[in-house]
């Protein structure tokens, strides 16, 4: 890039939630450390709720979602506020593209999530360079695309799901909004509409290194115009570090306990503490969680258990006092430093994308506990894809008791577990696959370097 001497400025448009802004800002963050501009655009709503590093080198703009106040848990349903996100969220980014001409800024490209397929009808009305940005599994969208194609009737009969490229799938290893479509059909549709128009769009990209899904990578490249893989998005710190100062990702709903949970890591013995995460979104009911509390203190390993604020009265009373000299219960963790920890033995994860590839990117097992969206899918592939884990079974109540959670994680941190140990010699491979891959030279690293060429020529 440094023989370029035009400076290509992105206008990056996130899905308003936590889970697609990480990535999407961290892409950005590789723009600019290549010479790049980036103008990052959030919700007027979620820019007044996030704690955004004043040390930044990206440039922040805001849209509308129609929910300046409240966001979108202010509204009337998924439906209404998915509607308002298109109508005002089109609105209010032609604005601002039309402002930001105006001041004398030249758009090279829009780089949009793949949710949002209204924002690649308002570049293309300005005509400038669209690319859209998926942040899920190459697995997860080729069930969206054959849903969308008419290829995979919904709901499913029964029978197990075969498609190009993937292992075979029962029923409920799709994404929940295939297996149980009416649960939410507002998002079911968001999801599989998400290829309305993508044959339009000039770039596709993938928040996936080539190595992990090489095989539906391919079969992608002959569907659409320019897939290129781009992640791992994680921070610098934990892959090349090549990025200064990039420790993390820089915007956050929540503010994390983290002298508390690191304070406490650190009088952990090596590879000893079972870390409980279920992400930013899922909402766990109280039997489930008194299951979890059960099998934890049952499996007499050290844990660090994140317990929302909102959810904390469903933890037995006598959890937290029982347990003190065993475990630490949070409201929010330092994800990211928690997993690089090295009293950490493995993840108990929702298997939020997000979540997948940190654990991915530092090695760590992990135990599956999928609650929806995407998580069953990325479940099947933690544990018969990249053999990089296990996955809890659920009872006809759709719960994961406690002896199947004690059972996956005596599989993974008792010494002398064969299955254990290949579990941990598969993360260790694929962390250095993903260092690999967004480091000097690698594969994502050069498809970053192609696209920018191509806009400065």
């Given at each position: 890039?440094?023989?370029?001497?035009?400076?290509?400025?992105?206008?990056?448009?996130?899905?308003?939630?936590?889970?697609?802004?990480?990535?999407?800002?961290?892409?950005?963050?590789?723009?600019?450390?290549?010479?790049?501009?980036?103008?990052?655009?959030?919700?007027?709503?979620?820019?007044?709720?996030?704690?955004?590093?004043?040390k930044s080198s990206i440039n922040f703009?805001?849209?509308?979602?129609?929910?300046?106040?409240?966001?979108?848990?202010?509204?009337?349903?998924?439906?209404?506020?998915?509607?308002?996100?298109?109508?005002?969220?089109?609105?209010?980014?032609?604005?601002?593209?039309?402002?930001?001409?105006?001041?004398?800024?030249?758009?090279?490209?829009?780089?949009?999530?793949?949710?949002?397929?209204?924002?690649?009808?308002?570049?293309?009305?300005?005509?400038?360079?669209?690319?859209?940005?998926?942040?899920?599994?190459?697995?997860?969208?080729?069930?969206?695309?054959?849903?969308?194609?008419?290829?995979?009737?919904?709901?499913?009969?029964?029978?197990?799901?075969?498609?190009?490229?993937?292992?075979?799938?029962?029923?409920?290893?799709?994404?929940?909004?295939?297996?149980?479509?009416?649960?939410?059909?507002?998002?079911?549709?968001?999801?599989?509409?998400?290829?309305?128009?993508?044959?339009?769009?000039?770039?596709?990209?993938?928040?996936?290194?080539?190595?992990?899904?090489?095989?539906?990578?391919?079969?992608?490249?002959?569907?659409?115009?320019?897939?290129?893989?781009?992640?791992?998005?994680?921070?610098?710190?934990?892959?090349?570090?090549?990025?200064?100062?990039?420790?993390?990702?820089?915007?956050?709903?929540?503010?994390?306990?983290?002298?508390?949970?690191?304070?406490?890591?650190?009088?952990?013995?090596?590879?000893?503490?079972?870390?409980?995460?279920?992400?930013?979104?899922?909402?766990?009911?109280?039997?489930?969680?008194?299951?979890?509390?059960?099998?934890?203190?049952?499996?007499?390993?050290?844990?660090?258990?994140?317990?929302?604020?909102?959810?904390?009265?469903?933890?037995?009373?006598?959890?937290?006092?029982?347990?003190?000299?065993?475990?630490?219960?949070?409201?929010?963790?330092?994800?990211?430093?928690?997993?690089?920890?090295?009293?950490?033995?493995?993840?108990?994860?929702?298997?939020?994308?997000?979540?997948?590839?940190?654990?991915?990117?530092?090695?760590?097992?992990?135990?599956?506990?999928?609650?929806?969206?995407?998580?069953?899918?990325?479940?099947?592939?933690?544990?018969?894809?990249?053999?990089?884990?296990?996955?809890?079974?659920?009872?006809?109540?759709?719960?994961?008791?406690?002896?199947?959670?004690?059972?996956?994680?005596?599989?993974?941190?008792?010494?002398?577990?064969?299955?254990?140990?290949?579990?941990?010699?598969?993360?260790?491979?694929?962390?250095?696959?993903?260092?690999?891959?967004?480091?000097?030279?690698?594969?994502?690293?050069?498809?970053?370097?192609d696209f920018l060429a191509d806009l400065?020529?």
């Amino acid at each position: 890039m440094a023989s370029n001497t035009k400076v290509v400025h992105a206008l990056v448009l996130p899905y308003p939630s936590q889970g697609h802004i990480n990535p999407l800002l961290q892409f950005c963050k590789r723009l600019v450390s290549k010479g790049a501009k980036a103008t990052f655009v959030n919700s007027v709503f979620l820019s007044k709720s996030m704690h955004a590093d004043p040390k930044s080198s990206i440039n922040f703009e805001t849209i509308s979602d129609g929910y300046d106040e409240g966001g979108w848990l202010s509204a009337e349903s998924a439906e209404i506020y998915l509607d308002n996100l298109r109508t005002v969220g089109s609105k209010t980014l032609s604005e601002l593209i039309k402002k930001l001409q105006d001041n004398g800024q030249v758009i090279d490209v829009v780089i949009y999530d793949s949710f949002l397929t209204w924002a690649l009808d308002v570049a293309k009305e300005f005509g400038i360079v669209a690319a859209a940005f998926f942040t899920q599994t190459c697995a997860v969208n080729s069930v969206y695309y054959h849903v969308y194609n008419g290829l995979l009737p919904v709901p499913l009969s029964g029978s197990p799901v075969s498609l190009p490229e993937l292992p075979v799938l029962q029923p409920e290893e799709t994404p929940s909004f295939v297996y149980r479509p009416e649960d939410n059909p507002a998002f079911r549709d968001l999801l599989v509409n998400q290829f309305c128009n993508v044959d339009q769009t000039d770039w596709v990209f993938l928040n996936i290194f080539d190595k992990l899904e090489e095989n539906l990578l391919n079969w992608m490249g002959k569907l659409w115009r320019r897939v290129r893989t781009v992640g791992p998005t994680v921070p610098s710190m934990y892959l090349d570090k090549r990025l200064a100062d990039d420790t993390g990702y820089g915007i956050h709903l929540s503010k994390p306990e983290s002298s508390l949970c690191m304070n406490w890591l650190n009088r952990q013995e090596t590879g000893s503490v079972v870390y409980v995460s279920f992400g930013s979104w899922s909402q766990i009911n109280e039997v489930q969680i008194e299951e979890i509390a059960s099998a934890l203190k049952q499996s007499g390993f050290k844990f660090l258990w994140v317990v929302r604020a909102f959810e904390k009265e469903k933890l037995p009373k006598t959890f937290t006092e029982e347990t003190s000299d065993q475990g630490l219960v949070v409201t929010w963790s330092p994800q990211l430093e928690v997993l690089a920890h090295e009293s950490l033995g493995c993840f108990v994860t929702h298997c939020g994308f997000n979540s997948v590839l940190e654990a991915l990117c530092l090695g760590v097992p992990m135990v599956a506990a999928p609650v929806w969206t995407d998580q069953p899918t990325n479940a099947k592939l933690i544990e018969d894809v990249w053999g990089v884990g296990i996955r809890t079974k659920k009872d006809e109540q759709g719960i994961v008791r406690k002896e199947s959670l004690v059972s996956c994680l005596e599989e993974i941190m008792e010494e002398g577990s064969e299955k254990g140990k290949l579990i941990k010699e598969n993360a260790a491979k694929w962390k250095n696959l993903a260092k690999e891959a967004i480091d000097e030279g690698g594969s994502s690293d050069k498809n970053i370097d192609d696209f920018l060429a191509d806009l400065a020529s």
